[in-house]
T-cell receptor, first 111, second 113 residues
Framework: GQQLNQSPQSMFIQEGEDVSMNCTSS?????WLWYKQEPGEGPVLLIA?????ELTSNGRLTAQFGITRKDSFLNISASIPSDVGIYFC???????????FGTGTRLKVLA | NAGVTQTPKFQVLKTGQSMTLQCAQD?????MYWYRQDPGMGLRLIYY???????DKGEVPNGYNVSRLNKREFSLRLESAAPSQTSVYFC????????????FGDGTRLSIL
């Protein structure tokens, strides 16, 4: 089945560093969502984007809806140990109720 | 404000047994979804219900059935469980028309021996 290309697959960073990850698709999306999943839990919504070019922040997290509508980016500033987890992007096509998920970026923060 | 509630949280079955996973949401969302997540992989859509009274196949529907019991509840049934269905199952709900993004439950961890 189709999945989004999400990169990088994993990251090991030092506490205090900034993090960037992205998702790309061959198709145009109407909505981009970013989730964080911790072990043993369900994905938790971080940011929702609905318009090309939109830039939205949630605390230290900032996400952007790419102008081409085929990509999205998530940045985390000044990372802390509790940022550890797997980050997923998800896109929704126009005219459908389905979401397509990326394969995830596994983030580890070294104190 | 519970959001999306899944039961049970854990279950072990023998091959060939049947089971129903339950999901309920209290956000008044129209759409509900069932996903499975396998180790190291993202989420794959099994079935979804765009609105009460409708259900549609997702990416991996074989071996599963669903019932949209009412607006709040969406159940997933395994009629004859197989080891390949060992996975973590997540239910989610959303309301695209109202720009309510998808929210997930905490999952059901299912092992089939």
């Amino acid at each position: 089945g189709q999945q989004l290309n999400q990169s990088p697959q994993s990251m090991f960073i030092q506490e205090g560093e900034d993090v960037s990850m992205n998702c790309t698709s061959s198709s145009i999306f109407n909505t981009w969502l970013w989730y964080k999943q911790e072990p043993g839990e369900g994905p938790v919504l971080l940011i929702a984007l609905y318009k090309a070019g939109e830039l939205t922040s949630n605390g230290r997290l900032t996400a952007q809806f790419g102008i081409t509508r085929k990509d999205s980016f998530l940045n985390i500033s000044a990372s802390i140990p509790s940022d550890v987890g797997i980050y997923f992007c998800a896109g929704q096509y126009s005219g459908t109720y389905k979401y397509i998920f990326g394969t995830g970026t596994r983030l580890k923060v070294l104190a | 404000n519970a959001g999306v509630t899944q039961t049970p949280k854990f279950q072990v079955l023998k091959t060939g047994q049947s089971m129903t996973l339950q999901c309920a949401q209290d956000m008044n969302h129209n759409s509900m979804y069932w996903y499975r997540q396998d180790p190291g992989m993202g989420l794959r859509l099994i079935y979804y219900s765009a609105s009460e009274g409708t259900t549609d196949k997702g990416e991996v529907p074989n071996g599963y059935n669903v019932s949209r019991l009412n607006k709040r509840e969406f159940s997933l049934r395994l009629e004859s469980a197989a080891p390949s269905q060992t996975s973590v199952y997540f239910c989610a709900s959303s309301d695209i028309r109202d720009r309510q993004p998808q929210h997930f439950g905490d999952g059901t961890r299912l092992s089939i021996l």
